[in-house]
């Protein structure tokens, strides 16, 4: 089993910038790790649905955005780590919300389904 635990959030005044951490421990039966699935991070803010916001293939490359994060967010990996990265600039109030990564055999896919593992989450705050 593939645990995935996410770091980093935390209250940031807009304009500004955060980058959040997803660790991931643990191996699957068949012996793969972190480092041998692609990820994604998802976020959910109040009252809303999960929804899509960046991801990476196993390797690194190449990576897919939501069009409303693009060019502000940069997803990354460190497979060495066995962690990955979300650069979060230019954050905006809308932009509040519990952020999730994920694991699994994804092919940047944009769906919740194509991911097997899940992190708890972390809370990011934008304030006006």
């Known amino acids: 089993q593939v645990q995935l635990v996410e770091s980093g959030g935390g209250l940031v005044q807009a304009g500004g910038s955060l980058t959040l951490s997803c660790t991931g421990s643990?191996?699957?039966?068949?012996?793969?790790?972190?480092?041998?699935?692609?990820m994604g991070w998802f976020r959910q803010a109040p009252g809303k649905e999960r929804e899509f916001v960046a991801a990476i293939t196993w390797n690194g490359t190449p990576k897919n955005y939501a069009e409303t994060v693009k060019g502000r967010f940069t997803i990354s990996r460190d497979n060495a780590k066995n962690t990955g990265y979300l650069q979060m600039n230019s954050l905006r109030p809308e932009d509040t919300a519990v952020y999730y990564c994920?694991?699994?055999?994804?092919?940047?896919?944009?769906?919740?389904?194509?991911?097997?593992?899940w992190g708890q989450g972390t809370q990011v705050t934008v304030s006006s």
């Open positions: 994920a694991a699994g055999s994804a092919m940047l896919s944009t769906l919740e389904r194509r991911y097997d593992y």
């Open positions: 643990g191996r699957t039966i068949s012996g793969r790790t972190f480092s041998n699935y692609d």
